[in-house]
């Protein structure tokens, strides 16, 4: 199988997470930069269906020069070659002119069989870049997955949902996102470690992608962010003591609140 897995860097949840004052896109500078969880997920699963049906994984990742350490990551956990695209053009882009460069990026990725994505990226947290992708490139989507199988040329899986379970299929090739329910990523061993530093990362610009740089970064955006402030702090909580009517007394603060 030759599989594709989109990988983004993101800043660590323990960071502290700010806008930049100057075009509030987020400071990424000022936050330990990560590959982000879900992602280690989907790596984990390309590799598992690699061990079980042999092929090829290959990471690609769009974002800033550091973003190799992301996929460096990925390599170290076993995926065997990637692509970075990175461009200057590319800061503050939309989920619609990403989706655009990561479709463009697939495509130079030759006779690709399955597309794995994380459901929704930490920061960005759209969750919408699976299915834009499926639009352009034309295949069908199979999204937020706890379970994926391949069996022949049909990808299956499982979608958790508060009515149920659903259980849904596509022909390859295709695209599937997976949810933090679907495994648990391995750690890379030293080995893989000393391993990834050899394996291949091709660098793009969007001029190697044949996109038009005025469709994408902050000047290409559908949407933009006006005003940004931080959020208030915390105001201390109220204390209440049960001296047998403990209960009461949460139950008239939350109908005070209009809790309840
Ligand atoms: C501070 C801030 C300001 C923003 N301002 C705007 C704005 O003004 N207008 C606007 O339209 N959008 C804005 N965005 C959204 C931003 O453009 C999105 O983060 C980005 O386009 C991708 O969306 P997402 O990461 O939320 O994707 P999701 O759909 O949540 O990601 C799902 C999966 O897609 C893959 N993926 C996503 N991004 C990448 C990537 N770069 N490389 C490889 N794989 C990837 C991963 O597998 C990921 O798990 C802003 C985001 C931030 C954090």
Do not use: C
């Not at 800033?64 to 461009?87: E, Y």
């Not at 990561?102 to 399955?114: H, N, P, Q, S, Y």
């Not at 969007?206 to 949407?223: I, M, P, Q, R, Y």
Request: hydrophobic content about 40%.
């Amino acid at each position: 199988m030759n599989i594709v897995v989109l990988v983004k860097q993101v800043p660590d949840t323990w960071s502290e997470r700010k806008l930049t004052d100057a075009d509030h896109t987020l400071d990424r500078e000022s936050a330990d930069a990560v590959l982000d969880e879900i992602n280690e997920r989907a790596v984990e699963e390309a590799l598992l269906l690699k061990e079980a049906h042999g092929g090829e994984v290959t990471v690609i990742a769009m974002g800033p020069g550091r973003a190799t350490d992301a996929i460096r990551k990925a390599l170290s956990m076993g995926a065997d070659k990637a692509v970075h695209v990175s461009d200057d053009a590319l800061h503050g882009s939309d989920v619609i002119a990403t989706a655009k460069v990561l479709a463009k990026a697939i495509g130079t990725v030759e006779g690709f069989d399955l597309v794995i994505a994380g459901n929704e990226a930490t920061d960005g947290r759209a969750g919408a870049i699976p299915a834009i992708l499926a639009e352009i490139l034309g295949l069908p989507q199979v999204t937020q997955l706890r379970k994926v199988t391949v069996e022949g040329t049909t990808v299956k899986g499982e979608r958790e949902t508060e009515e149920g379970v659903a259980h849904l299929e596509a022909s390859l090739p295709a695209i599937v996102s997976v949810t933090e329910k679907i495994n648990e990523p391995r750690y890379p061993s030293f080995k893989g470690i000393m391993a990834a530093k050899k394996k291949p990362v091709t660098t793009l610009t969007v001029a190697d992608l044949g996109v038009d740089a005025g469709e994408v970064g902050l000047g290409g955006a559908w949407s933009g962010v006006i005003e940004a402030s931080p959020k208030p702090p915390r105001s201390a909580g109220q204390r209440i003591d049960d001296e047998g009517v403990g209960g009461s007394k949460i139950a008239e603060y939350l109908v005070g609140q209009k809790l309840i």
